[in-house]
């Protein structure tokens, strides 16, 4: 064989490698998008577990122990159930700004239906879930029946039921000791109970059922697939029989009473019934709902990866506290996370379309 031959068969070769490591390449990328877009909770599974790992290497048993970890969950237990509410809403392609007044005002109806005009607990407690599904039942029907934007009508809501909560409670609170000597059922969310060397919570416990629950029904259930229907597409939806409408109204219900339920956690997590607690339930929500994956342009996500970065941002908050660092340094990572996690999302949009 010539020389030219030689070249010639030596580049063919090469080329050949070449095609087939970009093959394989890009065959992985395929395969861990196709991945992602399959399990949109597998990123904050991810980061949880690295993040997890990175704060047990640097601080030993003092972060493995079984104390720090259930104490990880006892901080989330509000904002991963106001969390559930919000993905409800966010996987119809909506917002909802309201849902930590909601919370609030249904532990502050509760609190003074019991001891302002001497109701049995379990009925006051009744009424404030009432409360709070009649809020999220006016947000459904302005953003279905009046076309409003959600934003627009939540943050409206926002408004009026905070002001509600300030003007019906006076802006008084009701102190933990008149709760437990009066009506210890306010505070059954805050009741542990040890399990070995772990100490939860009842809120706890049921923040986890809460999330397994509804995500068996969003996987599982008609009114689930309908749910990410209207978020992907609501004109698609309608014309494939889903009623867009009535599926929307009871979203936010749902998310109403969700967030009434949330309240009744709140006084057993602080004790007492304040107006001015859960000021920052909102933006939390929002971010444990960002950082686990669920797309804000509706339609994708899991409610597990919420819970994950309900977890993430307490994995963070704690572990950073044990190092001594600054509390800043945690609003700055958490920050760094939700770009990251829209910057996925964008991709996976992009890729899928």
Request: hydrophobic content about 55%; charged content about 10%.
């Amino acid at each position: 064989m010539s020389q030219p031959e030689n070249y010639e068969a030596a580049a063919k070769g090469a080329a050949q490698q070449v095609a087939e490591f970009d093959t394989q390449a890009h065959g992985l990328v395929h395969k861990f998008h196709h991945a992602l877009h399959q399990t949109p909770a597998l990123v904050p599974l991810i980061v949880l577990v690295v993040s997890v790992a990175i704060f047990g290497l640097l601080l030993g048993s003092k972060f493995f122990s079984p104390f720090a970890m259930t104490l990880i969950l006892q901080q989330v237990q509000i904002v991963g159930i106001v969390g559930a509410a919000q993905s409800l809403v966010i996987l119809t392609a909506g917002i909802d700004l309201s849902v930590g007044a909601i919370m609030v005002l249904s532990s502050v109806v509760m609190g003074q239906f019991t001891f302002r005009y001497g109701l049995p607990a379990p009925v006051a407690i009744a009424c404030g879930l009432a409360v709070g599904t009649a809020c999220g039942f006016i947000n459904g029907w302005l953003v279905a029946k009046m076309k409003l934007p959600p934003f627009i009508v939540t943050l409206g809501m926002w408004q009026i039921v905070l002001a509600s909560n300030f003007l019906y409670s006076a802006n008084e609170t009701i102190r933990s000791q008149d709760i437990a000597a009066q009506a210890p059922l306010l505070q059954l969310f805050g009741a542990k109970f040890k399990l070995g060397g772990a100490v939860f919570t009842v809120g706890v416990i049921f923040m986890v059922v809460l999330v397994l629950v509804l995500a068996y029904v969003l996987r599982h259930t008609a009114w689930g697939r309908h749910v990410y229907a209207v978020g992907d597409d609501p004109e698609a939806a309608e014309l494939s029989g889903v009623n867009v409408k009535k599926t929307l109204i009871s979203v936010y219900m749902l998310a109403g009473l969700i967030c009434a339920f949330a309240g009744w956690a709140l006084i057993g997590r602080i004790g007492s019934v304040s107006p001015t607690s859960g000021q920052l339930a909102n933006i939390e929500s929002i971010t444990a709902v960002v950082i686990g994956g669920i797309s804000l342009f509706g339609g994708r996500g899991s409610i597990l990866g919420m819970l994950f970065g309900a977890l993430i941002v307490g994995v963070f908050s704690l572990g950073l506290r044990l190092l001594g660092a600054d509390a800043q340094w945690t609003f700055l990572l958490i920050g760094l996370l939700i770009i990251f996690a829209v910057a996925v999302d964008q991709w996976i949009r992009k890729v899928a379309a």
